[in-house]
């Protein structure tokens, strides 16, 4: 799909170039906007740096985000060996330890126990991971692509605001890019002051003219008001009907 969105790309290269005040970038939009897509594009222009993409929307809990992320960045090249240790100590340790008196409890008490434990180890988890990432070269600084918020339940929501966006934005050089239909609002006022929300509008028919003009679709040329009428401007309608199309139907409509 041609991307078309040079205002939040130039966004970008700011906040990554360190020439922004913000250094996260939230683009929210309705399916079909280009969302994806335009992480993807960023993701592209940045191959020299560490690119490190994550769909929240795969991802199982907290502790999956993270493996996705350390993954990544060792994948280009950072060394992760401190919060891979770590996590593997977690993992061979029980979430819990019941012992007599405490099998006495009730279940909701011990269930109680283990969300908190769990939540400390995430934290910890989260901040090891954060300081790893921190000590990046300026030159191969992380860029944190985070897709598809809206699909995140709401432990993982209260995470994300509270402990991983706050601690990235904290780390010198890393720069944050979410997407989603909804967007995270940040308490913090310090993280929130490094953080801009675009929201992602439909294009105009000039744009989908465009598309038809690069394209080559000779039979479609001078249809895109048309067909921007039919697509409302939807990034993912207008490549679905040009990858399907047909113009006299289309005309005729």
């Given at each position: 799909?041609?991307?078309?969105?040079?205002?939040?790309?130039?966004?970008?290269?700011?906040?990554?170039?360190?020439?922004?005040?913000?250094?996260?970038?939230?683009?929210?939009?309705?399916?079909?906007?280009?969302?994806?897509?335009?992480?993807?594009?960023?993701?592209?222009?940045?191959?020299?740096?560490?690119?490190?993409?994550?769909?929240?929307?795969?991802?199982y809990d907290e502790s999956d985000v993270l493996g996705v992320i350390a993954r990544e960045a060792s994948a280009e090249g950072l060394r992760m060996d401190s919060f891979r240790t770590l996590r593997q100590r977690y993992a061979e340790t029980p979430s819990v330890t019941i012992s007599d008196s405490e099998i006495k409890k009730s279940?909701?008490?011990?269930?109680?126990?283990?969300?908190?434990?769990?939540?400390?180890?995430?934290?910890?988890?989260?901040?090891?991971?954060?300081?790893?990432?921190?000590?990046?070269?300026?030159?191969?600084?992380?860029?944190?692509?985070?897709?598809?918020?809206?699909?995140?339940?709401?432990?993982?929501?209260?995470?994300?605001?509270?402990?991983?966006?706050?601690?990235?934005?904290?780390?010198?050089?890393?720069?944050?890019?979410?997407?989603?239909?909804?967007?995270?609002?940040?308490?913090?006022?310090?993280?929130?002051?490094?953080?801009?929300?675009?929201?992602?509008?439909?294009?105009?028919?000039?744009?989908?003219?465009?598309?038809?003009?690069?394209?080559?679709?000779?039979?479609?040329?001078?249809?895109?008001?048309?067909?921007?009428?039919?697509?409302?401007?939807?990034?993912?309608?207008?490549?679905?009907?040009?990858?399907?199309?047909?113009?006299?139907?289309?005309?005729?409509?």
């Open positions: 799909m041609h991307i078309d969105r040079s205002e939040q790309l130039e966004d970008a290269d700011r906040a990554i170039g360190g020439n922004a005040p913000h250094r996260a970038l939230f683009f929210e939009g309705e399916e079909g906007i280009g969302k994806t897509s335009l992480l993807a594009e960023i993701c592209r222009r940045n191959f020299d740096r560490s690119a490190l993409y994550v769909d929240l929307g795969t991802a279940n909701v008490e011990i269930a109680v126990s283990v969300c908190n434990n769990r939540k400390l180890q995430n934290s910890v988890l989260t901040d090891e991971l954060v300081a790893t990432l921190a000590t990046a070269r300026a030159e191969r600084a992380p860029v944190i692509l985070l897709d598809s918020f809206e699909k995140c339940q709401a432990p993982m929501r209260e995470w994300l605001c509270g402990n991983l966006l706050p601690g990235l934005l904290r780390a010198p050089d890393v720069t944050v890019f979410l997407a989603g239909r909804s967007v995270p609002r940040l308490n913090r006022p310090d993280a929130a002051a490094l953080a801009r929300t675009l929201v992602l509008a439909p294009f105009d028919a000039a744009v989908v003219e465009e598309w038809i003009e690069l394209a080559e679709i000779e039979e479609l040329k001078g249809l895109g008001s048309v067909i921007w009428g039919g697509t409302a401007g939807v990034p993912a309608r207008i490549s679905e009907f040009l990858s399907n199309f047909s113009a006299v139907d289309w005309a005729a409509e």
